[in-house]
């Protein structure tokens, strides 16, 4: 069980005081599990030090710009799998399923097959067992890295560390053709208007008109919420 999953989930989620707080404790970690290539972890300590000196409204801001405003970046992996066919629904009943039966319980609102939930699933499970889980959406990973070092941003180092430690076993057929899809300018909001168009506000990142007063980041667990589930469960059980 390794807790660096934990503090890379934490980055993926939409920033709270919380994060800012721990961000010197998150370096700590992924300093002391060295799981995190070399290459990569001079660039989380970077993105973990604009955490802790932003402005906690910029980072927000940033965050629902990147990951809210467009789908090429969703963090809702089944979503670049699936997209809005009912493949996905059972997919991610199933996955909702087996972090039951490994004793993660979803909140009303979560949804399984987003990211930060995923890699917090994984912070539970014996280090082979999640760097096998690790691979099967790893293509998603690495189209997402692609999109954000595009981009320009810090974010892409925690997508890049995934891959890292996952030692890029992708494939590169699913990546390519991840990458020939249309990657959205989150500033031309026609063109955002156009990909949404018709599109399930139930499905995808939060955002106006999502149902239950969602918050941004499609139902992402509470900075808080997540710290307090830092360790596995009691009863969960490895196979």
Request: hydrophobic share 40%; net charge negative.
């Amino acid at each position: 069980m390794s807790k660096t999953f934990k503090v890379l989930s934490l980055l993926l989620t939409y920033p709270e005081a919380e994060m800012q707080a721990a961000a010197g404790e998150m370096k700590t970690i992924l300093a002391a599990e060295k799981l995190v290539p070399a290459n990569c972890l001079a660039g989380l300590n970077e993105l973990l030090d604009e955490f802790a000196a932003g402005d906690i409204y910029d980072l927000q801001e940033r965050y629902v710009l990147l990951f809210d405003r467009s789908r090429s970046l969703s963090l809702h992996l089944f979503e670049h799998i699936h997209g809005e066919s009912r493949d996905r629904g059972q997919a991610m009943v199933d996955l909702g399923e087996h972090y039951a039966r490994h004793g993660l319980d979803l909140k009303a609102g979560e949804l399984p097959d987003f990211l930060p939930l995923f890699l917090e699933f994984l912070a539970t499970r014996p280090l082979p067992e999640a760097l096998e889980l690790l691979e099967q959406p790893l293509h998603v990973i690495a189209a997402l890295g692609e999109r954000l070092r595009k981009r320009g941003s810090a974010y892409a180092w925690v997508m890049l560390a995934l891959e890292g430690i996952a030692k890029g076993k992708l494939s590169k057929a699913a990546l390519d053709s991840l990458l020939t899809e249309p990657d959205e300018d989150p500033d031309d909001l026609e063109a955002l208007d156009r990909t949404w168009e018709d599109q399930p506000v139930t499905f995808g990142p939060g955002g106006p008109g999502a149902a239950g007063g969602v918050s941004p980041g499609g139902g992402c667990p509470a900075v808080r919420d997540t710290l307090a589930r830092m360790d596995p469960p009691a009863n969960a059980k490895s196979h």
